[in-house]
């Protein structure tokens, strides 16, 4: 027995040595003159299209990101781009192996916060105030740019891509079956509510069941509830304090905006089709078989745009159109997001880079992206719009005005506590079950502040 | 001539004719979804098993796209020498735990065995930084370190070869064989079933592993098949081109089925021959 407590003491302590092993160099400067690059600068992309390929609804031949790179390649003779293009799947865990190892220098990142917290990237504000050819303000959406800072708001970690944010979606048909008068162009969650209740039933020219809302609530219910709080001007009330020290930050719960918001998701719950809790129902979303009148906090509307561009059938594209989301007494709300460009903490070439991820994050990319899979840009002016495409002006229009809520945003308690919160309480009312909501949430507010206090320790 | 069949083997077939039937439901509906023109912009639902547009277009494209082809090489070459070395190590350790004696066998055979309890993910990062270190990544020799300890394999092959007689290796001593010899001429003859099982398990464990290559290869010439697959699915679950992503899994599956189809028989062959005449 002992013996083999030793074996497995030395197998750990192997292990910890080297894990801990491997820690990153915090040297920060940055030397090379960006006119005469030279080297080689290598990219990690998830799930891009890196070559030309055939798109497989058209058929039609599509230029690749290498393609899109050439007029950059020109510009810098000397230099090399490679791309280390990943798939979605655990691409987590392989970002987090290759910033540790310096196999890319630039990364397209989703969980940027946390790997900058890692010490895995470096902060780009040192290169934004050398370079006198970017200014942030003029050249990407207002409402972009606290995406891209660490949690204080202090540093910038990288630039945007693409600037996703939600919409409501509207079935114009099923409004038209019902005999509903279309939804205005900035409806209000009372508005949404109360169409939504007259269109919950069998429709009267089909006969089918119809529903007159969904969202997602697995994926969905956070950011519908920061539109919510907004809608209600609960943004920078319901919690105070510094997120980037989250033993600091105040709960108040009980604060108007949060319990309306949550009263109306209650409201609104008989009028979504019953398995939204667990992602069901969207089997037929924006299909000719959609049964849902009003989606809220739809990213995308790829199925139509894709019938469309395919297929050449419109029909879908009459069918579906778009409301911008609720917005706040001050005219901003709902949430948006961003995947930045940043540039490792091991890269060997930091200027080369930067010219790089400029490029990737500037308005020639971000229209290749427009032009050929509908991701929305975040850069300003949108000049590059076709004439065709009812949405992508709606999503930029839209993120004029979008702002994020720091304490929904990234934190960790939104999937593990608050979201599962919500559920367990619409749950309730869709078992017909009364639900005492003052009690819930003094149970929701005593389990945040025990968070809050754990992160302290 | 055939046996009368009696009134309880036939609701036994049956039972089991309905078991299978649902098993190979999802399996049918992914060749089926593979083979629908309209599911290239959406799945189907409700979910059908005749496709209403048939058209072969989404097991032509991905081969247009991506390297398929190269992917699947890259698979068999890694599975190739996954099989080939955990399989020889398996047999080499299982052969010494069972039938030799040294000090330490015990507690090194619980060892090994109490290594399975660590998740392979609380190892795989500093596996990566280790083999990263040694310039390992991007190479076979990534696939075949870690393969060297197989450890399920070493505990199946020990329990398999504590059922074969001793006095088979206690004849060939008497006889002047050496350790070598008696393993390689006597014991790995009589292990065909479990070799067979062992081939089949790493086959399809080095097949279908996505996180291990994903980790240790960089370069796209060699991504395996199952990183092509994923490739094929969004970000936003499998709404977009749901066509090819089935016909890519048909594919990739296709050869776990030939394996399985020409090694079942040494699987589900239950009773070691022993060599020895009663």
């Given at each position: 027995?002992?013996?083999?407590?030793?074996?497995?003491?030395?197998?750990?302590?192997?292990?910890?040595?080297?894990?801990?092993?491997?820690?990153?160099?915090?040297?920060?400067?940055?030397?090379?003159?960006?006119?005469?690059?030279?080297?080689?600068?290598?990219?990690?992309?998830?799930?891009?299209?890196?070559?030309?390929?055939?798109?497989?609804?058209?058929?039609?031949?599509?230029?690749?990101?290498?393609?899109?790179?050439?007029?950059?390649?020109?510009?810098?003779?000397?230099?090399?781009?490679?791309?280390?293009?990943?798939?979605?799947?655990?691409?987590?865990?392989?970002?987090?192996?290759?910033?540790?190892?310096?196999?890319?220098?630039?990364?397209?990142?989703?969980?940027?916060?946390?790997?900058?917290?890692?010490?895995?990237?470096?902060?780009?504000?040192?290169?934004?105030?050398?370079?006198?050819?970017?200014?942030?303000?003029?050249?990407?959406?207002?409402?972009?740019?606290?995406?891209?800072?660490?949690?204080?708001?202090?540093?910038?970690?990288?630039?945007?891509?693409?600037?996703?944010?939600?919409?409501?979606?509207?079935?114009?048909?099923?409004?038209?079956?019902?005999?509903?008068?279309?939804?205005?162009?900035?409806?209000?969650?009372?508005?949404?509510?109360?169409?939504?209740?007259?269109?919950?039933?069998?429709?009267?020219?089909?006969?089918?069941?119809?529903?007159?809302?969904?969202?997602?609530?697995?994926?969905?219910?956070?950011?519908?509830?920061?539109?919510?709080?907004?809608?209600?001007?609960?943004?920078?009330?319901?919690?105070?304090?510094?997120?980037?020290?989250?033993?600091?930050?105040?709960?108040?719960?009980?604060?108007?905006?949060?319990?309306?918001?949550?009263?109306?998701?209650?409201?609104?719950?008989?009028?979504?089709?019953?398995?939204?809790?667990?992602?069901?129902?969207?089997?037929?979303?924006?299909?000719?078989?959609?049964?849902?009148?009003?989606?809220?906090?739809?990213?995308?509307?790829?199925?139509?745009?894709?019938?469309?561009?395919?297929?050449?059938?419109?029909?879908?594209?009459?069918?579906?159109?778009?409301?911008?989301?609720?917005?706040?007494?001050?005219?901003?709300?709902?949430?948006?997001?961003?995947?930045?460009?940043?540039?490792?903490?091991?890269?060997?070439?930091?200027?080369?880079?930067?010219?790089?991820?400029?490029?990737?994050?500037?308005?020639?990319?971000?229209?290749?992206?427009?032009?050929?899979?509908?991701?929305?840009?975040?850069?300003?002016?949108?000049?590059?719009?076709?004439?065709?495409?009812?949405?992508?002006?709606?999503?930029?229009?839209?993120?004029?005005?979008?702002?994020?809520?720091?304490?929904?945003m990234d934190m960790p308690y939104q999937k593990t506590i608050l979201v599962p919160w919500v559920s367990k309480v619409l749950s309730q009312v869709q078992q017909g079950?009364?639900?005492?909501?003052?009690?819930?949430?003094?149970?929701?507010?005593?389990?945040?502040?025990?968070?809050?206090?754990?992160?302290?320790? | 001539?055939?046996?009368?069949?009696?009134?309880?083997?036939?609701?036994?077939?049956?039972?089991?004719?309905?078991?299978?039937?649902?098993?190979?439901?999802?399996?049918?509906?992914?060749?089926?979804?593979?083979?629908?023109?309209?599911?290239?912009?959406?799945?189907?639902?409700?979910?059908?098993?005749?496709?209403?547009?048939?058209?072969?277009?989404?097991?032509?494209?991905?081969?247009?796209?991506?390297?398929?082809?190269?992917?699947?090489?890259?698979?068999?070459?890694?599975?190739?020498?996954?099989?080939?070395?955990?399989?020889?190590?398996?047999?080499?350790?299982?052969?010494?735990?069972?039938?030799?004696?040294?000090?330490?066998?015990?507690?090194?055979?619980?060892?090994?065995?109490?290594?399975?309890?660590?998740?392979?993910?609380?190892?795989?990062?500093?596996?990566?930084?280790?083999?990263?270190?040694?310039?390992?990544?991007?190479?076979?020799?990534?696939?075949?370190?870690?393969?060297?300890?197989?450890?399920?394999?070493?505990?199946?092959?020990?329990?398999?070869?504590?059922?074969?007689?001793?006095?088979?290796?206690?004849?060939?001593?008497?006889?002047?064989?050496?350790?070598?010899?008696?393993?390689?001429?006597?014991?790995?003859?009589?292990?065909?079933?479990?070799?067979?099982?062992?081939?089949?398990?790493?086959?399809?464990?080095?097949?279908?592993?996505?996180?291990?290559?994903?980790?240790?290869?960089?370069?796209?010439?060699?991504?395996?098949?199952?990183?092509?697959?994923?490739?094929?699915?969004?970000?936003?679950?499998?709404?977009?081109?749901?066509?090819?992503?089935?016909?890519?899994?048909?594919?990739?599956?296709?050869?776990?089925?030939?394996?399985?189809?020409?090694?079942?028989?040494?699987?589900?062959?239950?009773?070691?021959?022993?060599?020895?005449?009663?």
């Open positions: 027995m002992r013996r083999q407590r030793w074996f497995l003491g030395g197998w750990f302590a192997v292990l910890l040595t080297v894990m801990t092993a491997c820690s990153g160099s915090q040297d920060w400067k940055v030397s090379g003159d960006p006119a005469r690059l030279e080297g080689k600068v290598v990219v990690n992309t998830i799930d891009f299209k890196i070559d030309d390929y055939t798109d497989p609804v058209t058929g039609a031949k599509m230029p690749g990101l290498k393609t899109a790179m050439k007029p950059f390649l020109k510009k810098h003779p000397n230099l090399q781009v490679e791309f280390i293009n990943i798939p979605w799947q655990d691409y987590n865990t392989k970002q987090q192996t290759m910033l540790m190892s310096g196999q890319a220098d630039v990364f397209y990142l989703p969980q940027f916060r946390a790997f900058y917290e890692q010490g895995l990237i470096r902060p780009i504000d040192d290169l934004l105030r050398q370079d006198t050819t970017l200014r942030l303000s003029s050249r990407y959406q207002r409402s972009v740019l606290p995406l891209i800072k660490d949690r204080t708001g202090k540093n910038t970690l990288g630039l945007p891509s693409g600037a996703f944010s939600r919409l409501i979606t509207v079935d114009n048909q099923l409004f038209r079956d019902w005999g509903v008068e279309p939804l205005s162009t900035r409806p209000t969650p009372e508005e949404v509510l109360a169409k939504a209740k007259r269109m919950t039933g069998k429709n009267p020219r089909t006969g089918e069941q119809t529903y007159g809302l969904y969202w997602d609530g697995v994926w969905r219910t956070s950011t519908l509830l920061e539109s919510l709080i907004s809608y209600y001007g609960g943004r920078n009330e319901v919690v105070t304090g510094d997120v980037s020290r989250p033993h600091t930050l105040n709960f108040h719960f009980h604060h108007p905006a949060f319990v309306k918001s949550v009263q109306w998701m209650m409201a609104a719950t008989p009028y979504v089709h019953p398995g939204f809790l667990v992602s069901q129902g969207q089997e037929n979303l924006f299909t000719d078989r959609n049964q849902h009148a009003i989606v809220l906090e739809n990213p995308n509307m790829e199925v139509p745009w894709k019938q469309y561009v395919g297929k050449k059938d419109s029909r879908l594209l009459q069918r579906f159109s778009l409301r911008v989301n609720f917005k706040g007494p001050d005219g901003l709300g709902s949430p948006i997001s961003t995947t930045p460009w940043c540039i490792s903490a091991k890269t060997r070439n930091p200027a080369a880079a930067w010219e790089v991820v400029k490029f990737l994050s500037g308005p020639q990319i971000q229209q290749f992206k427009y032009e050929n899979e509908m991701v929305p840009p975040s850069v300003q002016p949108f000049d590059f719009q076709r004439k065709d495409d009812p949405y992508v002006p709606v999503y930029v229009q839209n993120a004029k005005t979008n702002t994020t809520t720091p304490w929904l079950k009364r639900v005492d909501l003052n009690k819930e949430i003094d149970q929701l507010q005593q389990r945040m502040e025990q968070w809050a206090e754990e992160q302290g320790r | 001539m055939f046996r009368q069949t009696t009134w309880g083997q036939w609701c036994v077939m049956v039972l089991l004719s309905i078991g299978a039937g649902i098993m190979l439901v999802p399996f049918l509906w992914m060749v089926s979804t593979s083979l629908d023109g309209q599911a290239m912009t959406q799945v189907p639902f409700p979910p059908r098993l005749i496709p209403e547009e048939p058209t072969w277009k989404s097991y032509v494209i991905p081969f247009a796209n991506v390297p398929l082809a190269r992917y699947f090489l890259n698979s068999f070459l890694i599975a190739l020498c996954e099989v080939s070395v955990s399989v020889l190590s398996a047999l080499m350790a299982g052969y010494a735990f069972s039938l030799l004696r040294f000090r330490g066998a015990r507690g090194l055979f619980l060892f090994a065995l109490g290594t399975l309890m660590i998740p392979p993910e609380v190892a795989m990062i500093p596996s990566f930084l280790l083999l990263n270190e040694w310039g390992m990544t991007n190479s076979l020799w990534a696939f075949l370190l870690p393969s060297l300890a197989a450890v399920v394999g070493t505990f199946l092959v020990k329990q398999y070869m504590d059922t074969l007689p001793a006095e088979l290796r206690d004849a060939a001593k008497m006889d002047g064989a050496s350790e070598w010899t008696i393993f390689w001429r006597i014991y790995v003859p009589l292990s065909g079933p479990v070799i067979a099982t062992l081939v089949i398990l790493q086959f399809l464990w080095s097949w279908n592993d996505v996180l291990w290559p994903l980790l240790m290869l960089s370069h796209p010439d060699w991504y395996t098949v199952q990183i092509g697959v994923a490739m094929f699915v969004h970000d936003s679950g499998q709404r977009i081109l749901p066509a090819i992503h089935m016909a890519v899994a048909v594919l990739s599956l296709l050869p776990v089925l030939v394996l399985y189809l020409l090694l079942q028989r040494y699987v589900v062959k239950s009773i070691a021959y022993s060599g020895i005449k009663q």
